[in-house]
């Protein structure tokens, strides 16, 4: 089972991720950690902080090409019957460089149809979404306890970026309030991935 978890900046996303493993090992379950961007992708922070719409084409080319060799380690970790859990993963790109894009792209469901045919190449899909719905205005006190800051954390593109997201809401996807207690965000997540397996 492939799950991949996503939300904007702060919302918890590693966090839960680590807290799931915990929680699947106890009960027997073999469980592999991963996320993206992989380790063999580099982003300079001139580039995080460039809003221009072909950086963001740009940046997302490169997205792609990470997650084709990705996609290779799931399908691996998957045929040995682990459940394989990301932080983050394609609907990222999607949030990320769709509103930077739509400029000339002309609109989101525009811009959507085209970073979907781009993907095309990416046939490994998840199984299971979590997403961790946060409001952009409450993540300040958490990002600014990081050491090291992505680029992508202003709160004025994070709402854009969480549009994008509600847009691509279906029905393999469970929305989390990210503003529960920790303990309560993993029990709904761990609930979720279960009710998969057994189903």
Known sequence: MFVSIEGIDGSGKSTLARNLKKKLLELGRPVFLTREPTDRFFITESEQRNRSAENAIELFFRFTTDRLHHQKTINSELDQDRIVISDRYIHSSYAYQGP???IIMGGMDSTIEWMTNVSMVIR???DLILFLDLEPDSIATRIARRKERSGFEEP?????VRNYYHRMIDRN??????SLPVEKVT???LEAILGKLKG
Not at 156 to 160: A, C, H, Q, R, T
Not at 173 to 178: L, N
């Open 100 to 102: 930077l894009m739509e």
């Open 156 to 160: 004025g593109y994070l709402k854009m």
């Open 124 to 126: 490994m899909m998840p």
């Open 187 to 189: 029990a709904i997540a």
């Open 173 to 178: 996807w469970i929305v989390i309030d990210s």
